[in-house]
Structures are given as C-alpha cells and as structure tokens.
C-alpha cells in the first residue's frame, strides 16, 4: 500500500475543499491506500516538511465540514518551481512513503504538476502526480468548465441583481461600475451579465479582456443609455485592456507581480469612476467586488460543490489505474438535460495555458449568443447547499491547519 500527499494551491475558491474531501473519500475506501497526508501552503509545505496526517478527518461528518468550508483549508501558495527544489521534495516525499501526489489549483499549479512528474519520470522514481483542476476564473483549456467557477457565477448572478435594484430607486442619473476578477479572460464577467441574459435590461455595458476596450466609446455607450435610462451599470473585467494591449487604468495599479510574473490588478473601476465624472458629470460609483467573489460560501452552486467533490474521487481512480503526469477534466455531453463526464488529459496541455471566451462570444448585444451563453452557465449555478450548523445556527467551518 502507498501513502497520499494533497496540496492547493493558487487562489481560493467555495469549491477547492470540495475536491480534497473527494480526494480524502476515496482515498479512505482504497485498498491501495494507507496513509492520508496534506501539505500546509502547498508545495512550500512540501519543501519546509508542513505535513499533517489527516486521517482523523476522514469521517463523513468532517467531509461534510470540508465541503461547505470555503477557501482553502490546507492553506495555499504562489510558488514557480526550480530544479534544485525537485531533490528535496524528493526526499521529503520518500521519508512519508508517498505514492500519490495530488495538487489542486490552476494553470500555475498545473505547472508545478508537470514538473514534477517529468522529474519522477526522468530519474525513475516511483511517484505518480495528478492534478485536479481548481480557479474561479473558468480559464483552463480542455476542461469544459472549473471547478469554483460555478459558485462564483452564482454570486456573481445575485450580487449584480441586487446591485442594479439598488441602484435605481432615485430618479436622479448615475453611472455604476462593477469591477469583477478577470485577468485575461471574461468567464466571470460574463456570469456578471446574466441578469441581462436573462432578459433584464442591465447591466448595459460589458467589458471583457479579450476585446480591446475604447474609452471614448464607453463614455459614448454610458450617454446613449442615459437617453433612455436614468441608471447606467457597468460590469468591467479587472484585466480590460486598450487596443496595444495595456491593462485600462495602469496607473492604479501597483505594478506588483508574483512569482510567476503576472501584475496585482484592482482598480480599474476607480479609474473608470473618475473617467466618468470628468466626461459625464453625473452621479458615479465604483464598486469592487474583490475576494467576496471567491469565498462567499453561503451563495455555493451544489452542482459546483458536488462536482468539485467527485472530481476529486476520479483523480484517486486515475491514481490507481497507474495514471501519472495527468490533470483531471469535466466533458459536457449535454446541455438539456446537463450531463458532464470526467476524464483526464496530459497536464501538459493545460500547464501555463489559458481559454478565452470563445470568438463567436465576443458579440454580447446578439440575442443567440446571449441564449448559448445562458445555456453554458445556468447548470453550473443550480441548486443549494444545506450546511452544518453549531447552537446559534450559524455554519461551522473547518481548518485542517
């Protein structure tokens, strides 16, 4: 029998917990598997030796805990791997008899998969890595959508429709700006829009990064819709950029970047709130939704949660069946009635990859993409959780550090 070692890393989401609890299931009833270990903060656990056995949270109760547990309970990292790491996370993982080494995260925690398992392979160690996808920001190729994803388009879909009914209960003009999380792609953003999709009238204006954003054409569209509506509001991924490629509003931004080299961004909103009140002159807020998109756990998509949860139960069989070097992905076999089926693909084809929203997407004022996209996101969204609560009736959540 071999022994388990699960990391996360990346950034949070309500899913994430969902997917090491379906790990910690499965793993318990193999007959392939002992021990279940995790390492604290990801693969920085691994190299300074933070690891917890979790086995005395592998009853139903404490999954359960995990599963309506948002962010991430083992701690995460931002860490790009180097060579003379691969030795020492060598040993570290012999002194626990590790087998199976299970991450979960994105593209950059792909990464770190895919060089560690070339690693083992090259240098005949008997170690298999698996990656289970992970990130709010729906951008892994292959997979059809990511785990956390779903209950972020949730929130997203209550938040901006509370939002817009907020916003119009004077009959005084003003502009509202919704910055949502989006470096490169708009999947969020797009969930952001549903109200509209739906067949609501906001929010009118939607930007994404894929499409270059033109500042005098948003002041335009804002006095157009003004014309006719007394309340404007935007939804602005955080990564719009100009037609040169440059974030909108780089001057707010801090200039920042993580191991992996991508910029801190935040603040675009601002910056479009003061392009507004010098080019329109009305009423204008900025709003920025931040880390609430990520964590807001008692907004969860079941269909998200029981999802996460069984991907991370296929990743333990693809172990088992000797996989290696492979990240877990859903394939969409239908939309009515919504069907998914997991399956795994070579890490090297989502490692440091990302998936825009699709070109024929980019149209959102046409009435059969708004209706493609609809049909995308609302099986995502479905369904609610029914969370464990203490005396006061409150949810209990769980750190496992």
Known sequence: MKNILIGLSGG??????SSLAGIMKAATKSQQIDKIYGAVNGIEGVLNDTIIDLGTYTDDYHLSLLQQTPAMALGSCR???????????????????????????????????????????????????????????????????????GSAAKYL???????????????VKNVVIVEIMGRNSGWLTLASALPRFLGGK?????AIPETSFYEDQFIEKIKEVQQTEKTVICVV?????????????????????????????????KYLEGLVMRKVGCKVRSIELNVMQRCSS???????????????????????????????VFQRTSNQPYQIEIAATDVANIANKAKDVPIEWFDLENEKVQKEIVAYMLPLIQGDINPIKDETGLPIYINLR
Request: net charge negative.
């Open 157 to 171: 879909y209550h938040t901006i429709s509370e939002i817009i009914r907020d916003s119009q209960i004077y009959p």
């Open 202 to 206: 906001a929010p009118h204006i939607i």
């Open 79 to 149: 860490h790009k791997l180097k060579e003379e790491s691969y030795p020492i996370i060598q040993k570290i993982l012999e002194k626990y008899e590790v087998g199976y080494f299970f991450y979960i995260g994105g593209n950059d925690s792909m990464d770190t998969v895919l060089k560690l398992n070339q690693y083992f392979k090259e240098n005949q160690i008997a170690i298999q890595v698996i990656g289970v996808p992970k990130t709010i920001d729906n951008d892994l190729p292959v997979t059809d959508h990511t785990p956390g994803f």
């Open 237 to 269: 991924s955080e990564g719009i950029k100009t037609s040169d490629g440059e974030y909108v509003g780089m001057s707010t931004k801090s200039g920042v970047v993580d191991s992996f080299g991508h910029t801190y961004l935040s603040g675009v909103g």
């Open 12 to 17: 949070p989401s309500v899913a994430i917990n």
């Open 298 to 328: 008692h907004l969860a998509s079941k269909s998200d949660i029981d999802e996460a949860t069984l991907i991370g139960e296929k990743a333990v069989e693809a172990a088992e069946n000797g996989e290696s070097g492979i990240t877990m």
